[in-house]
């Protein structure tokens, strides 16, 4: 009789079940990732490396923001086809940014610059037929191109009259420099962050970017385009010593922070009035800088980048138009913050702050403005009374914050302007934001003619 008996199961061993669990096939992505990775290992290894207050802060801010976005991705991205490959460039673009924060070396700093500006650019491009992704991929390729090069021309400049690539010895051997040489050093400097903080005209690139998915423009807006600001801050003495490329970087600063601001009421869509909203806040960090408030900037680069990041990622699930009609906050609200806070700023100038007065007044404009959204909030329900509580939180938070960051991060010997002088621009600010207030209440019009520039300039045609 034929034995019909089943055949004994195989006994399933880790081994054998390793082997046949199909492998992640490596892809060109994969290679720069593990260049940087290896890079940053044996940076770390050869001491080249010098933890600084705003390297430590922007790898902290990178690699926080890194794992956040990546797991959202698993969940918005599980159908993409390609959603290996933007975790490898990811991590790529995390491991550039470490690097850029920690190198103590110029050829380092420039390596990791066009290495972060590449793989963005590739991110940007992550839809690959689009039209639109080939476009943004392209304006951001030519602009990262732009600023590359300003970059390494300012560190060729450096490090041949420094004798040098380390940059400590740099900073040492400016007093013996000639004028000339750190004068243009310093502006090249200025243009590089410009271009990467994407204050006008180098706005383009930013603008265009709105055709990535919504986990890149998390990585861009909360991490990427901080990296002109650390730069600045972390070669600030070049530019302390160039008081014509701290004039430069005030001026392009103020015209940015307006702008952007501006330019937000002509967005009608989420994401394109986040990315003007980043315009401004660039430019806001940047003249920040030139004033010499590194603490100031290093905390705003840091506030700014973890709330963009939640503001990006929870734009993902919104189809409501960005439209502020009716959102502003009714009179006397913002007649009342500007003035509360000129007068605020006023006593900081007497008690012989000087230094930061203006970024540390806008600041507490935008607190005291979210305490105005939250009272207004608390009149529905005794429970979203409790909502008033949160920003007088941020206001203690804050303050807490810039003085411990102000231990450790020193602002510039010289103030670029007088206090007086930073309570005048503050005012100006502060008027822009009270006619915003009231476009956004839908009690004022926007001039045809500028409403006209402000859809062409955040709309980047």
Partial sequence: MTDMSLPAPAVSSPLTRMARTPSIPLTRTDGPAAALALLLAISIATGHVAVTPAGGALSALALFVTVVVVAFARRQLRADPRSASFVRLAIGQAAATVLLALANDALLIVAAWIASGRIMAGLIGHVGEWSEAKAARRSAGTAFLIGDMLLVGAALLLSLAAGTTQIGAIVKALPTMAPPIATIAAILLVGAAAVRCALPPFSTWLMRSLAAPTPVSALMHAGFVNAGGFLLIRLSPVIEAAPVARYALFAIGTFAALSGAVAMLARSDVKGAFAASTVAQM????????????????????????????????????????????????????????????????????LGETNALLPVGLALAALLTALGVAIRSARRSRMSRLLVIVPIALIALNAVALALVGTVQHNAAVPLIPGYAQIGLLALFLAVWVYQQGVMRGERTLPPALHARLIHFASAA
């Fill in 283 to 350: 430019g806001f960090m940047l003249l920040t800088i030139a004033l010499g408030a590194y603490a100031a900037a290093l905390w705003h680069m840091v506030a700014h980048g973890l709330f963009k990041a939640w503001l990006f990622l929870g734009s993902a699930g919104t189809i409501a138009t960005a439209g502020g009609r009716g959102k502003g906050l009714a009179q006397p609200w913002p007649a009342a913050i500007a003035l509360f806070t000129i007068i605020s700023a006023a006593m900081l100038h007497a």
